[in-house]
């Protein structure tokens, strides 16, 4: 049985890789390595200790990074390795050099003792691609290490896909865990999030916060089921993230409902949700796909 | 016995709705915070306090955090909060209920860690001391509130930082 028959038998709660073409993954394995050599914070020169280790190191100093920040060979390397990667050939060589300093950069940097979210996400959907590489299984092709087939390019753009439906469902799930599934109810004390967020950016920047946002803060805090709302529909579109699996239209939905809340929430917090937003714009919104099936005619869907 | 235990099992794994994303969900909530993994925690406990940690001169002037320490107000804060939960954990205690000592000693943690990060041409003209503020916002009775901030650690500018 081929892989479109395969596709056509599936339920839609039971998704699997689409039938994105090969001119496609392309676009979206150029963004996607755009996107993760701009996400790693090559100044490492600030991080000579780890103080508070998390994930790898707390068994391996990773310090050394710190002390002797990658340089342009290093970086040279990288592209070059994510350039493979774009053109389809040698994936697990190619990636190697950008995982290995995704996560040892990442998790020093995240072991300063304070915890940023920005560059998980991007980190966890590039290993998840090379997973697939490495474990390419049966049904890969010919010379899977070479140069994948069309089967296995699909396989790791679908492992990228879950890898981000799945960070949105659980920051929802985890919402609701802890707060005792009382997030909703909640919810109008965001306004008080909103008011530090707001002071915390004047502090970085010395910028007061615009009277726009201040009137919406205080109009949260005066309506409270208008607050429940904005973010319970926030809340849902998390949970609601794995949709984005079923097929191109419901990736599309999702996907901007996905830059939209972020947007928003950049707006109202002054939080940077970059590389969130281009993940989401590469590989859900997918212009580039839409506009090579338009091209490609009424039957191409 | 076992081929139909597996076959009923497999059974079972076919008809999971959206399995793979409920498998990574899983993992993603059981392994919590070690990078790459993360369960994304960011606003999940929201109460009706909330506080942030900020720098001044020693005239109480507020400094540009981000251009002073290539850092924010936000990732001072979360310093603060790891160093205080580390010290009451020490002295057996939670974190909301550390003492006036300990705020102050990680408060002077924190000052430090930015210390090394200090651009001094940065500071504002005048500026040879920092300080480390802690302030509460608050919503009480319908009303947003600030409270007034406390001081957690001061120290000299030394010039040989760059």
Redesign the interface.
């Given at each position: 049985m081929n892989e479109d028959s395969l596709r056509a038998e599936r339920r839609w709660w039971q998704p699997g890789p689409l039938d994105w073409s090969a001119r496609e993954m392309v676009w979206m394995r150029l963004g996607f390595a755009a996107l993760v050599y701009v996400a790693i914070k090559w100044e490492t020169g600030a991080w000579t200790t780890q103080k508070f280790p998390n994930g790898m190191a707390q068994v391996v100093d990773l310090t050394w990074i710190g002390r002797a920040p990658p340089g342009w060979g290093w970086k040279a390397l990288t592209l070059g390795g994510l350039a493979a990667y774009v053109l389809g050939r040698l994936p697990v060589l190619g990636l190697l050099p950008a995982l290995g300093f995704s996560l040892v950069i990442g998790t020093l940097g995240n072991s300063q003792g304070a915890i940023n979210h920005s560059t998980q996400m991007v980190s966890m959907m590039l290993l998840g691609q090379f997973l697939v590489y490495l474990f390419p299984g049966a049904g890969a092709g010919l010379r899977p290490w070479w140069g994948p087939g069309l089967a296995l390019q699909r396989r790791a753009v679908y492992a990228a896909t879950v890898v981000m439906a799945a960070s949105y469902v659980v920051c929802g799930v985890v919402k609701l865990s802890n707060s005792n599934f009382r997030w909703l109810q909640d919810a109008p004390f965001l306004a008080v999030q909103l008011l530090k967020t707001n002071w915390s950016h004047y502090h970085d920047t010395l910028e007061m916060p615009p009277v726009w946002l201040q009137a919406v803060t205080q109009a949260l805090v005066e309506h409270p089921n208008l607050a429940r709302l904005c973010f319970g529909s926030g809340l849902l579109i998390e949970l609601a993230a794995f949709v984005v699996l079923i097929n191109r239209r419901w990736a599309l939905v999702g996907g901007v409902a996905i830059v939209a809340l972020h947007l928003s929430i950049s707006q109202l917090m002054n939080l940077n949700f970059l590389n969130h937003i281009l993940a989401a714009g590469i590989f859900l919104v997918n212009v580039p796909g839409w506009v090579l099936r338009k091209a490609a005619g009424p039957e191409a869907g | 016995m076992r081929p139909a235990c597996f076959a009923a099992l497999a059974t079972v794994w076919?008809r999971i709705?959206?399995?793979?994303?409920v498998v990574?969900?899983g993992l993603?909530?059981v392994v919590k915070?070690?990078?790459?993994?993360?369960?994304?925690?960011?606003?999940?406990?929201?109460?009706?306090?909330?506080?942030?940690v900020?720098?001044t001169d020693q005239g109480d002037r507020?400094?540009?955090?981000?251009?002073v320490f290539?850092t924010?107000?936000?990732?001072?804060?979360?310093?603060y909060k790891?160093?205080l939960t580390?010290l009451a954990r020490a002295g057996g205690r939670k974190l909301e209920e550390a003492t006036g000592e300990e705020r102050a000693a990680a408060g002077r943690a924190v000052l430090e860690?930015l210390g090394?990060?200090l651009r001094v041409k940065a500071l504002p003209p005048g500026a040879v001391g920092l300080r480390l503020y802690r302030?509460t916002?608050?919503?009480e009775n319908?009303?947003?509130a600030?409270l007034a901030p406390e001081r957690l650690a001061e120290r000299a500018v030394s010039n040989s930082t760059n």
């Open positions: - | 076919s709705p959206f399995r793979a994303v990574v969900v993603l909530f915070e070690q990078y790459p993994f993360s369960n994304f925690p960011m606003y999940s406990k929201v109460d009706e306090e909330a506080d942030i900020y720098v507020a400094v540009p955090m981000d251009a290539r924010g107000s936000g990732t001072a804060k979360k310093m790891k160093e580390a860690t090394e990060r302030q916002f608050r919503l319908g009303a947003l600030r």
